[in-house]
C-alpha cells in the first residue's frame, strides 16, 4: 500500500509540475490567438463596409449638356396586319437633351469624341381598352445641318408596349456631330404628311 501510495503521490507531483511549467506557455498562446483572430474579423468587416459598390438604384443617371422643352402633342393611328385602325395612340414629344453618355438598358455608355447624343424624351398615352405596341422611332426623322438625308433613331426601345388607360415614357436618340450647326426633326407616319420642329441649341 504504501508504494502505491508513493508511486500516486509522485504521478500526480508530475503532473501538476507540468501543467505548472506549461501555465505560463499556455496564456499567451490562447490569448495570441484570440487577438489574432479578433484582427481578421475587425479587417473583414472593415472591408465588407468600405468597399460596397453603388447598386444601380444608388447610381447617379447621366446629366444632360442642354435641354430644350417642346411639348407636341400627336395622335396617330395604330393598325393591324391587315392595314385597319384598331386603336389611336397619343404621342407627345415632352423634350430634347444633348447629352455625352447615356444609360440603355442600365448599362452606360459614352459618346466617342466628336460626337453626342440627341436624347427625344416622349410620352405615350393609350385610352383604348386593349394593350398598344408600336415602334417608336417610325415616327420620327432627323436632319442635321439641314441635309436632306433623314436619319432614324439608333437609340431606342422598341417595340414599346402601352397597356390600356395607361401612360408609358420612353425615349428615343441619335448619335451626332457635336459641331452641329443646326437639328430639325420631321415627325408624322412613315406614309403621310410631317410637321416640321427646329431646335433651338
Do not use: C
Not at 17 to 37: G, H, M, Q
Not at 45 to 61: D, M
Not at 97 to 119: C, D, H, R, S, W
Not at 140 to 155: M, T, Y
Amino acid at each position: 500500500m504504501n508504494d502505491y501510495t508513493n508511486n500516486y503521490t509522485n504521478y500526480t507531483n508530475t503532473r501538476a509540475d507540468k501543467l505548472n511549467k506549461l501555465a505560463p506557455l499556455i496564456n499567451p498562446i490562447v490569448l495570441i490567438t484570440f487577438l489574432v483572430i479578433a484582427i481578421i474579423a475587425f479587417l473583414i468587416g472593415l472591408k465588407v463596409g468600405t468597399s460596397k459598390t453603388p447598386t444601380p438604384a444608388q447610381a447617379q443617371a447621366p446629366q444632360a449638356q442642354a435641354t430644350e422643352n417642346i411639348n407636341k402633342t400627336f395622335e396617330f393611328p395604330i393598325k393591324d396586319a391587315n392595314g385597319k385602325v384598331v386603336a389611336n395612340i397619343k404621342y407627345i414629344i415632352t423634350s430634347a437633351q444633348l447629352m455625352n453618355n447615356i444609360l440603355v438598358q442600365g448599362q452606360p455608355y459614352n459618346a466617342v469624341q466628336g460626337k453626342t447624343f440627341l436624347i427625344l424624351n416622349l410620352t405615350l398615352t393609350n385610352n383604348q381598352t386593349q394593350t398598344v405596341q408600336l415602334d417608336t422611332r417610325d415616327y420620327i426623322r432627323l436632319s442635321v445641318n439641314n441635309s436632306d438625308e433623314l436619319l432614324a433613331a439608333d437609340i431606342h426601345n422598341d417595340p414599346v408596349q402601352v397597356l390600356p388607360i395607361s401612360t408609358k415614357l420612353t425615349r428615343i436618340g441619335f448619335p451626332i456631330d457635336s459641331n452641329f450647326k443646326s437639328l430639325t426633326l420631321s415627325v408624322g407616319q412613315v406614309q403621310g404628311s410631317k410637321e416640321i420642329i427646329k431646335l433651338h441649341f
